[in-house]
């Protein structure tokens, strides 16, 4: 009777070890592959999202640029056409004051006759830069015309 004994007890020790080894976690080596994995997959998605914020923040800058030179070309039209600058055909700069779009600053520069052809009494060449921290967002060129 003590064979049974004895071997009913190895099995119920093999047992335990047996739960003991699927219990114990991951290796080392398990969790430095698994590491290596998420690095790998994350090194192809944060270039991705760079992109696409560095094209959202050049969007944004770019509509902003838009909206402001809109502005600054529905001021013009109002203005008499004699009154604008230039009328002798040499170029004018002249910097509007800083415009605040979705919180952040934009200063307009306007030139008025840069292209001398089409700067005569009844015409001027307007060019419109919009700056933000000095450098170039957006330019539009128009020439403005009093019809008779």
């Given at each position: 009777m003590k064979t049974t004994t004895t071997n009913h007890s190895i099995q119920v020790t093999q047992q335990q070890l047996a739960v003991r080894k699927s219990e114990r976690g991951l290796t080392l080596v398990e969790s430095v592959v698994s590491l290596l994995i998420f690095f790998v997959a994350l090194a192809g998605i944060v270039p991705i999202f760079l992109?696409?914020?560095?094209?959202?923040?050049?969007?944004?800058?770019?509509?902003?640029?838009?909206?402001?030179?809109?502005?600054?070309?529905?001021?013009?039209?109002?203005?008499?056409?004699?009154?604008?600058?230039?009328?002798?055909?040499?170029?004018?700069?002249?910097?509007?004051?800083?415009?605040?779009?979705?919180?952040?600053?934009?200063?307009?520069?306007?030139?008025?006759?840069?292209?001398?052809?089409?700067?005569?009494?009844?015409?001027?060449?307007?060019?419109i830069e919009v700056l933000q921290n000095g450098q170039s967002v957006y330019e539009a060129e128009t020439v403005f015309t009093k019809f008779d």
């Open positions: 992109n696409y914020t560095i094209s959202t923040i050049n969007n944004e800058r770019r509509t902003a640029g838009i909206a402001i030179s809109q502005q600054v070309l529905d001021e013009i039209r109002q203005s008499n056409i004699a009154q604008l600058p230039a009328a002798n055909g040499t170029t004018t700069t002249e910097t509007k004051p800083s415009v605040s779009h979705l919180g952040k600053d934009y200063t307009p520069r306007v030139t008025y006759c840069q292209d001398a052809s089409y700067c005569d009494a009844t015409s001027r060449h307007i060019k």
